[in-house]
Each structure stands twice: as C-alpha cells, then as structure tokens.
C-alpha cells in the first residue's frame, strides 16, 4: 500500500481517500434524504456503511488510473 507524505508525516493512501470520499458521501446522503428515499430503505445505517464503501471504491479506481 501507498504512503503519502504531508509536511513530513506519512500517511496510509487509504486514510486520504477516506477524508476525500467523506464530501461526496455526504452530499449524496443529503439528496437522498430530502427526496424521502430513506422511507424505502429498511437499515439505514447499513445502506450509508453501503454508500461510504461503494464511493471509496469508485474515488480509489479513479484516482488510481
């Protein structure tokens, strides 16, 4: 696994994709709750966890291309 060095301190590449795929994992939670999607879900908690991981994935095959 990748390291990424900030102002000296090292850190694993998967912390920094963690904090980038926060802002587009929060946005999308946001949408979809003013539009009432949650009604339909039936674990919420489970399909953000869901969310988190499938938009990690995507931010990481991005980035990593």
């Known amino acids: 696994m990748m390291e990424i060095e900030l102002f000296g301190l090292f850190m694993p590449q998967l912390l920094v994709l963690c904090i980038l795929t926060f802002l587009p994992y929060w946005l999308s939670r946001q949408i979809l709750q003013r539009i009432g ?18 938009l990690l994935g995507f931010l990481s095959t991005l980035l990593s291309s």
């Open 37 to 54: 999607f949650y009604q339909w879900v039936w674990h919420p908690a489970l399909f953000d966890t869901a969310l988190f991981v499938v």
